[in-house]
């Protein structure tokens, strides 16, 4: 299973990105994103159960993310609006066979990751 993301860039405060992370076959059962700080470890954003559309997401981004499946194109979206400095992170995007929130514990499948940078 390969991931690709794509999308990141850099946004002025206030500004929108949409993430896009293609996956090589199916979507998996859950999928999500991960950021990364420099020096910090990884921590969940948002994830989405594929087939039921139950998403999740961390306090951090409730009410600016939106995460979103079109499993027809194999390809998850992360909808970033509202963006803030403190959103500058490496973003990964992952699957898992179950969610558990927005932690997604036990992902075992990853993008190389995409950066996106709030000024």
């Known amino acids: 299973v390969q991931l690709v993301e794509s999308g990141g860039g850099s946004m002025q405060a206030g500004g929108s990105l949409r993430l896009s992370c293609t996956v090589s076959g199916s979507t998996r059962n859950c999928m999500g994103w991960f950021r990364q700080f420099h020096g910090k470890e990884r921590e969940g954003v948002a994830a989405i159960y594929t087939g039921a559309g139950s998403t999740y997401y961390a306090d951090s981004v409730k009410g600016r993310f939106t995460i979103s499946s079109d499993n027809a194109k194999n390809t998850v979206y992360l909808q970033m609006n509202s963006l803030k400095p403190e959103d500058t992170a490496m973003y990964f995007c992952?699957?898992?066979?179950?969610?558990?929130?927005?932690?997604?514990?036990?992902?075992?499948?990853w993008g190389q990751g995409t950066q996106v940078t709030v000024s």
């Open positions: 992952a699957a898992a066979r179950y969610c558990y929130g927005a932690t997604m514990t036990g992902a075992n499948y």
